[in-house]
Nanobody
């Protein structure tokens, strides 16, 4: 099993940047594909970005491609989401997730509690 905890959310102005961190417990972090989903108020949860177990492969939703960067450090049991050029449509609760196999629909075995990102002037 793995436990996940997000940090780094908050209020940011349009055009600004934030870096989300997902800290994982346990010694098997490297055996999980990991990534981020988000859910905006009144909307369905959506895929944001994912990274392979080794960190060698990444994939992004079209809405964040070129603005967000996902990365991980298996030795530190940590994953990050660097978010640049934020706009109001990025306002959401962001959750990190992990599983042996990544599922873009969100059927993942392990989840963090989520953290709020608000983009507003």
């Amino acid at each position: 099993q793995v436990q996940l905890m997000e940090s780094g959310g908050g209020l940011v102005q349009p055009g600004g940047s934030l870096r989300l961190t997902c800290a994982a417990s346990g010694r098997t972090f490297s055996t999980y594909a990991t990534g981020w989903f988000r859910q905006a108020p009144g909307k369905e949860r959506e895929f944001v970005a994912a990274i392979s177990k080794s960190g060698g492969d990444t994939v992004y939703a079209d809405s964040v491609k070129g603005r967000f960067t996902i990365s991980r450090n298996n030795a530190a049991n940590t994953m990050w989401l660097q978010m640049n050029s934020l706009n109001s449509e990025d306002t959401a609760v962001y959750s990190c997730a992990a599983d042996q196999v990544w599922d873009y629909t969100g059927s993942m075995a392990y989840w963090g509690k989520g953290i709020l990102v608000t983009v507003s002037s």
